[in-house]
């Protein structure tokens, strides 16, 4: 019997498996940046088609509010596996006290910037839970321009989740 090539199975199982794995999925994000804070958010991954999802993160603290908007494109790997890579915009909001000091000026400002992301999914087979794990280049362009790295990990609920044949 001959070998079968790795690489010919991983195609062919790519191009058999065309759906999602689930519809909609809610849960928490948590990121770390290069050019910012960590953040810990509500995530929340919507696919609008077979292959295409928005992603809606929201977070904020004691100092700060965060909002990003991604579109992610996504692609099986195997079964339970998908790979996505996408594109997206974030702002904020933050601000210093003074601490009750009148000789320290409370500050504050709005930032805004470009993401990119790519990564890896898993959706559990038995349970609708789903994991991501997602890194990429971040731009700061408001206030400032900074360039920096972003990872992050996603803990979600998938609803009407389906699996896939």
């Known amino acids: ?9 991983l195609i062919v199982s790519i191009s058999l498996s065309h759906s999602q794995q689930y519809n909609t999925s809610l849960g928490i994000k948590a990121d ?3 050019v910012n804070l960590g953040f810990a958010e509500l995530s929340v991954k919507h ?6 999802a928005f992603e809606i993160n929201a977070g904020g603290g004691q100092r700060f509010i965060w909002l990003q908007a991604m579109y992610l494109r996504s692609q099986p ?3 339970e596996i998908d790979w996505y890579a996408g594109t997206g915009i974030d702002a904020g909001h933050w601000s210093t006290t003074s601490g009750g000091r009148e000789d320290v000026p409370k ?3 709005f930032w805004t910037g470009i993401n990119g992301a790519i990564g890896i999914e898993y959706t559990f087979d038995v349970v609708p839970i789903n994991l991501a794990l997602d890194t990429g280049p971040t731009f700061r362009v408001v206030p400032d321009f900074k360039f920096g790295w972003n990872a992050a990990l996603a803990f979600r609920y998938a609803f009407r989740y389906r699996n896939r044949r």
């Open 77 to 79: 790997m195997v079964k």
């Open 1 to 9: 019997m001959k070998k079968i090539s790795p690489f010919f199975v």
């Open 107 to 109: 500050q504050e400002g």
């Open 32 to 34: 770390y940046s290069s």
């Open 47 to 52: 696919f609008f088609t077979e292959q295409d």
